[in-house]
């Protein structure tokens, strides 16, 4: 007797995931096994936050893992990787992603980005994009705007795009400008990786609390700012965030809160966003 198409269709898929763990588990040991000479300098390796190379590359390692897992990234798929740095997803996608694969990383750090042009795999696209209002790395704002865009992208044309620690430095004007960006570049039903601070009544319960975040104070109605340079804290509420989703054609499917004010039930240090391009 043969098996309904259905059940074809669940061995079939019962295959992909193995597949797929046991590629996160060869690729994981090439990055684990990187001699300090191929990384960034340490420098640059503190510039993104990450105290020295083993935690530099522990960090990539452990992100990799929960993107490819959580959305079975396949080896031919097109990525976008906001603010790139000096290449830590870089490293392990150079390693996971075919040759019909695409990586495009970019940055407002030009150092970073020239650093990855020169030492990264070299069909990997690396862009700078200049920030007329760095407030990451400058002391002070200035009025003019930024125009960020990604123009260099064709339209509809990724599979998946993250951004770890990115919107947790935007201040609303750019949150809402990469948001619409990425709205046109990703395929429709395919997802966006967003981490950010979401301000909600734990964050408030934490800050009272703790006395932790005493600087961290509304701007405007649900946008929240504090600190400076690469300390400068952008949170918003979630409301906030659905209704700037939902302006550009995208919308909010998931959400996960994070450590990083005691919220309950947490994983990751920052709250957590899964985006979906409608399906026109």
Known sequence: MSESGFINDLHNKKKSP??????????????????????????????????????????????????????????????LDIGCGCGRMAFPFSEYLGQTGKYIGFDVWSDGIEWCNQNIRNDFLFKYIHAADNYYYEEKRNSEKNKFSLDFIENQ????????????????SDTQVYLKEISNVLKPGKFAYLTCFIIDDYFFEYQSRTGRFTEVVADEPGCYYGYKKQDFFAGFTLDNIKNWVSAVGLELVFHELGTWAEKPGSKGFQDLLIIRKKLK
């Open 157 to 172: 044309t990724l599979d998946l795009i993250f951004a770890i620690s990115v919107f947790t430095h935007l201040t609303k």
């Open 18 to 79: 193995e597949e797929i763990f046991k590629r996160i588990a060869e690729v994981s040991t090439v990055v684990r096994n990187l001699p300090e000479e191929s990384l960034p300098s340490l420098e640059y390796i503190n510039n993104i936050g990450c105290s020295d190379a083993q935690h530099f590359k522990n960090s990539s390692i452990n992100q990799f893992n929960e993107l490819v897992r959580r959305f079975k990234v396949a080896d031919d798929w097109k990525i």
